[in-house]
């Protein structure tokens, strides 16, 4: 190493870190043209004081879809004064009441009185001012199949998207965000008969597109020559084998502190490797936390196995929750999107192929996410 290859006490590989942070909503987002265009298709109606097209996001994790539906938001708020927008999480707001304190903070900018009061009378005031102030509202529930997962599903989107039969001239829109459309299984059909989302899909990025993507952030969160084009190739192949874009930024940023404390002016691989390692945890365990609680249940019986055959693994999952076949199929194959498992036709049975199925992770990995989840 060379003296200029030392980075002094005070100095950072850092231009600008905040691009590295998980909430930062980009200016340059491409490759996701048509689905943006299709949601704001969707809420035109909303600038004309019309009700807006409910919509449905679909795709896995770190593909976008939040972001898509912020950066729509933001420029709703520009050119829609008579559109209010709200954006739930709902793995933190899981209930109806939780859902409408969360709209009432955005309308008012307080929290609603948090003792004693009854959610129809926090709905009515919501509404009332809505039609009062003739305004459109949009709400945007992220992880929706959270509410699925509590049981409170159907009441939160009964209430938003049946407003107006009770309370005439209220507008509201509805934008529902999961990983798989089969996540909506709770829905019933007094909600479905409402609902009707256009389905806006967004599928997982392809190799060249991570790094069009990441090189974006390498020059504004990086002083030049930083990290170079191999160094970033290592990183997309990490986001090529998980599929989630939130993975490269946080190892780019992991990465760039590890160089930081070597006292190093450049990322290696070996920085990378690192950061690697210390978060590979902290992605999946993410994600499985995201799973059903049958999801989880098919997933730790896989984990247990080194490979096991379609069948079996059907028959002791039908025993351990009584699920049918349907549902079985549609949760080995979303396991396989989300890149838990492989699930490929390889070995041969007695009645011709087999689908082999088995974890592409750590079994040992997966079962210790699965205890923290
Ligand atoms: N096309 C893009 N251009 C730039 N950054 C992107 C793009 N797509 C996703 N990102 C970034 O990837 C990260 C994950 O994106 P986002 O949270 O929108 O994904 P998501 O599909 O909503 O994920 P999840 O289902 O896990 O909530 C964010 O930091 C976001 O800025």
């Given at each position: 190493?060379?003296?200029?290859d030392i980075l002094?006490w005070?100095?950072?590989?850092f231009?600008d870190?905040s691009?590295?942070e ?12 048509s689905?943006?265009?299709?949601l704001?298709f969707?809420?035109?109606p ?10 449905l996001l ?10 898509a539906?912020?950066?729509t ?11 209010v927008t709200?954006?739930?999480n ?17 309308l008012?900018g ?5 003792s004693?009061?009854?959610f129809?009378?926090l709905?009515?005031t919501?509404v009332?001012?809505?039609v009062s102030?003739e305004k459109?509202l949009i ?6 199949n ?9 009441e ?8 107006h ?11 529902g965000?999961v990983?798989d459309?089969s996540d ?7 909600v479905?008969?409402v609902?009707?989302p256009?389905e ?8 060249a597109e991570i790094?069009d993507?990441?090189?974006?952030r390498?020059?504004?969160?990086f ?5 170079s084009?191999?160094v ?8 090529e084998k998980?599929?989630?874009?939130r ?6 940023r992991?990465s ?5 404390r070597r006292g ?7 920085d990378?490797?690192?950061a690697?390692e ?6 999946l365990?993410?994600?499985?936390s995201?799973?059903s609680d049958?999801e989880?249940?098919?997933?730790e019986?896989i ?6 055959k379609?069948g ?14 349907t549902r ?5 194959n979303?396991?396989q ?8 036709f ?7 192929r ?6 592409k ?11 923290k989840?």
């Amino acid at each position: 190493m060379t003296g200029n290859d030392i980075l002094l006490w005070d100095e950072t590989l850092f231009k600008d870190l905040s691009v590295l942070e998980p909430d930062y909503l980009p200016e340059y987002f491409p490759h996701r043209d048509s689905q943006l265009n299709a949601l704001k298709f969707a809420l035109k109606p909303a600038l004309r004081g019309m009700r807006p097209l409910n919509c449905l996001l679909v795709g896995p994790p770190g593909t976008g879809k939040t972001s898509a539906v912020m950066k729509t938001f933001k420029e709703l708020e520009v050119h829609a004064p008579n559109v209010v927008t709200v954006k739930v999480n709902c793995q933190i707001d899981s209930t109806r009441f939780a859902v409408m304190s969360r709209i009432y903070r955005q309308l008012f900018g307080i929290s609603p009185p948090n003792s004693g009061i009854a959610f129809r009378k926090l709905f009515e005031t919501v509404v009332n001012f809505l039609v009062s102030s003739e305004k459109v509202l949009i709400v945007a529930l992220d992880d929706l199949n959270y509410l699925c997962c509590e049981g409170h599903a159907n009441e939160v989107m009964y209430s938003l998207l049946r407003a107006h039969e009770q309370y005439p001239g209220t507008k509201i829109g509805v934008i529902g965000i999961v990983n798989d459309a089969s996540d909506l299984y709770c829905l019933d059909s007094r909600v479905n008969s409402v609902f009707l989302p256009e389905e806006i899909s967004f599928p997982r990025y392809e190799k060249a597109e991570i790094m069009d993507i990441l090189k974006d952030r390498v020059r504004y969160g990086f002083y030049p020559k930083v990290i170079s084009d191999e160094v970033l190739e290592h990183i997309v192949s990490y986001v090529e084998k998980t599929g989630d874009l939130r993975v490269g930024i946080d190892l780019l940023r992991r990465s760039g502190f590890n160089a930081e404390r070597r006292g190093s002016r450049m990322i290696l691989s070996e920085d990378v490797e690192k950061a690697y390692e210390a978060s590979k945890l902290l992605h999946l365990c993410r994600g499985i936390s995201l799973l059903s609680d049958s999801e989880k249940q098919l997933l730790e019986l896989i984990a247990k196995k080194d490979e096991i055959k379609a069948g079996e693994l059907y028959k002791s999952f039908h025993e351990l929750t009584q699920l049918g076949y349907t549902r079985f199929y549609g949760m080995v194959n979303r396991l396989q999107t989300l890149n838990y498992v492989d699930a490929d036709f390889t070995g041969k049975g007695k009645r011709g192929r087999t689908r082999m199925i088995k974890t592409k992770y750590e079994a040992d990995d997966i079962l210790s996410c699965l205890k923290k989840a």
